[in-house]
């Protein structure tokens, strides 16, 4: 009998981009495929315009685009075939999500693309996923703010980029074709930045997942914090589980992180924490000082160890050296006796995050060390394997900002002492040496 | 704080049905507001026919239904307005969702359901649900099947019956006007019973979350088994929660359960257990003879009683009479310290219920007292609040059919004496005599 939190799907999907340059094309198709990652799903982003700028001597600037130019028109045919190629390779392999991420603007274009994977992939399905936005100052502001670092333009200026880079859409928009519904192909199609959607012959799991991924996400830029609860009665006696108080220290930090939140700049702040007694402890003095609304998850509750609870990690590993063995080997599916294992996590905390993402207003998390593992890898995008392995420190605060298609995070160690580390780690299970510099960058 | 398993929505919104008659308006409208409410959203739906056939003396013949004829035609559409200022009634009030069951076939018509929902409410959102079937044969079939039974057709043959209500659909077909995108509106559109669908600006939470729901579900007719384990030693000791092994009386039940399913004629029946030793031990004997495909969930574990488990209700009564009485106040959402509410279990198995309303094959559910509840209640369509005193005695196989709109239940004792019951009972908990008739019926 197989055991998981889901059903696997053996689903084998080609989401092809269609869109203008700067419509979101890579953005939506790399936050998509994160997100599947996150949830077991194997997704990858094959991205032409990447190809291009890696294979070197070959010119960006906007004649490269212009469709009189034959040789050039060549060549990126070369680079948009050579993505989808890689894309089928994927999907013929361990993939179960591939993202074609090119303009595919033209009917034929698209025509070749249906042909070419149905001809390589039985039962392969097919969906067009075009972002159309009319607002031209939205589309400006994506050109400047994304467009002109991205390696294209080095050694322009601001102004002579974004010439070149509209010159380089005109170009494109002379060939442009928007699906129609005559090309009786499955579409979702996203209306100025998500304010309509139209969807179309559009089925089956992991895509009726998508498009209420897509239909819940907004491109708002704001703020997400995470910190640990303070310093426990459990952390103290480095016994994992139970539902302890602050200790003094704990207290300590709970006050430290209300001065935080009054320096840092955030209108609106929503407070989440978890049911347990020491988030809510936590996030006390921030929530009466600040008269901040709070929200009390369930699904933010650490990690349930089951039949381990209460116990220190020294002793599980001398009683119970089956269970130290075992999660040794696996700990990210190593699930306690009548407990979780991170891959339940994952399964329960998948509709907070969908709450997360729907909000526009900037989030203050105070959760527990295995929760937050679990989702500041959604937003960094790590492994799953590797979740159990990122540092959670204890009285550190970790800012994660949007940051273009990905995001960034910024860890603020309180100086607040706690039991188990003058690094103030308070990991009673460290992987390896402590030594977490201040700023990560998510990779793509 | 609030603390909640999910963040309340307070969005209005007016669903309004369009189609011809027989195309699973009303079984569409039905199943979405019973998932709706099962989630904790006030959901209702508000049908003009149900309205003209209760009230005395309407005809009901396919002439009423000619446009032609202009007296029946106010008159229908009296109820159809009765049925619009119910909805809106509704949602004035403690209304969510509100499904305005009718034809609504003509775009005068739509367009004056628009009007008057925006000039009382301010902010609802109005999405046109439509439902497209040119699949004849199926019409045919919805016809036989349930337009017959509706009391429009009471001392008539079939065959009449058959031509009458085929005369009364080409009535509303030289009138029917499919929405169309010029009338600028969002709508969802299924096509061919969930072949295909179309959707046009359509946002927010609950929608997102109904055009998820509606993506994932189909017509296909197959029945749900659901059964608890067998007696367990925990059982015996009349203790809660654990996870100990059947009893004699259990591994006996094991083995009926076995006879019983090779008894009843399903092909390709799939086998779900959770993941704790009692139901697995229930499922082996019928796993193993009959060769059936298995799953274990971890989403069908028993709830969790936090704190409490491995007692007894008499020892949480006389030990603990705060948790006894905050129970006995509120058990829906009583939450066990450091454990789940029965609310909680909505949100656990909810990614569960999906995928068993995606999966086309019969499914036998072996689970645990609180879960199946939980679980019978989606189709049963119980109110959340009576949830925890559904019964749900030890050695029973609950049958759930599709019928109609709805379902019906139908209960088999297998006649294995379990602890605590002549009858076969086993809750320690039960709260009222236990009086079980066979069959059931959930109520629309
Ligand atoms: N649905 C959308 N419509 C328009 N812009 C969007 C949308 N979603 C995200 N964006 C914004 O688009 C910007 C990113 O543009 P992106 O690089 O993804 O465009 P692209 O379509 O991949 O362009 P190119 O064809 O040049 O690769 C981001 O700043 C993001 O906020
Ligand atoms: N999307 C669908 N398209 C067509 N038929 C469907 C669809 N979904 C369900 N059905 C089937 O339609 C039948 C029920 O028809 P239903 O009574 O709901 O139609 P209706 O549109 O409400 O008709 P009426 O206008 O006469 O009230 C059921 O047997 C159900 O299986
Ligand atoms: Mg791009
Ligand atoms: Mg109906």
Redesign the interface.
């Known amino acids: ?7 696997a799907s053996d689903e084998k999907v080609l989401i092809v981009m269609v869109g203008l340059p700067a419509r979101g094309k890579s953005y939506i198709s790399q936050k998509v495929a994160r997100y599947l990652r996150w949830r077991g799903i194997s997704a990858e982003v094959f991205n032409a315009g990447k190809l291009r700028r890696e294979t070197p001597g070959v010119p960006h600037r906007s004649d490269f685009f212009n469709p009189d130019n034959e040789e050039a028109k060549k060549r990126r045919e070369g680079f948009a075939l050579e993505a989808l190629n890689q894309s089928l390779f994927f999907l013929e392999n361990e993939g179960n999500v591939a993202f074609l991420d090119a303009t595919n603007t033209t009917v034929e274009r698209r025509a070749l693309v249906t042909k070419r994977a149905q001809s390589r992939i039985e039962d392969i399905q097919i969906v067009f996923l075009e972002s159309i936005c009319s607002n031209e100052e939205f589309i400006l502001r994506n050109i400047k703010d994304l467009k002109i670092c991205s390696g294209d333009y080095e050694n322009m200026t601001e102004e002579e980029a974004v010439s070149d880079f509209q010159r380089r859409m005109k170009h494109y928009n002379t060939v442009y074709e928007p699906v129609s519904d005559d090309e009786n192909v499955p579409y979702i199609k996203i209306y100025d930045v ?10 089956g ?1 992991i ?3 998508i ?2 991924f897509i ?2 996400i907004h491109t708002m830029k704001r703020n997400i914090y995470l910190s640990r609860h303070g310093e426990s009665q459990f952390n103290m006696a480095g016994k994992i589980g139970g ?1 302890s108080y602050l200790s003094h220290n704990g207290r300590k930090y709970a006050n430290c992180l209300a001065d935080f939140v009054e320096q840092i700049p955030e209108k609106n702040l929503k ?1 989440w ?1 978890s ?1 347990l007694v020491r988030t ?1 402890e936590t ?1 006390e003095p921030m ?1 009466r000082r600040l008269n901040l609304q ?6 933010l509750e650490e990690i ?1 160890a089951g039949t381990c609870d209460g116990m220190t990690y020294e002793e599980i590993k001398t009683e119970l050296p089956h269970v130290h063995a075992a999660r040794k080997a696996d700990k990210y599916n190593y ?1 306690y ?2 407990g ?1 294992s991170y891959a ?1 996590l994952v ?2 905390l ?2 907070m995050l969908l ?1 997360l993402e ?1 909000h526009k207003e900037p989030i203050f998390i105070i959760g527990h060390q295995a929760i937050l593992r679990v989702i500041i890898a959604y937003f960094m995008g790590q492994d799953v394997q590797e979740i159990p392995y990122i540092k959670m420190p204890l009285h550190t605060v970790i800012k994660v900002q949007p940051k273009d298609y990905t995001f960034t995070e910024t860890r603020y160690p309180l100086n607040v002492p706690s039991t188990g580390s003058g690094s103030s780690s308070g990991d009673p299970e460290p992987k390896e040496a402590d030594t977490s510099p201040l700023i990560f960058s998510s990779s793509l």
Chains 1, 2 share one sequence.
Request: net charge positive.
């Open positions: 009998m197989s055991a998981s939190s889901h059903l998500g304010k309509e959607f139209k969807i179309q012959k559009v089925q799991f895509l009726s997942r498009v209420y239909m819940n539902d407070l924490t049911t809510r996030a929530s709070g929200h009390q998850w369930k699904a349930n699930r006796e009548r979780e339940d399964e329960r998948e509709p709450e729907r």
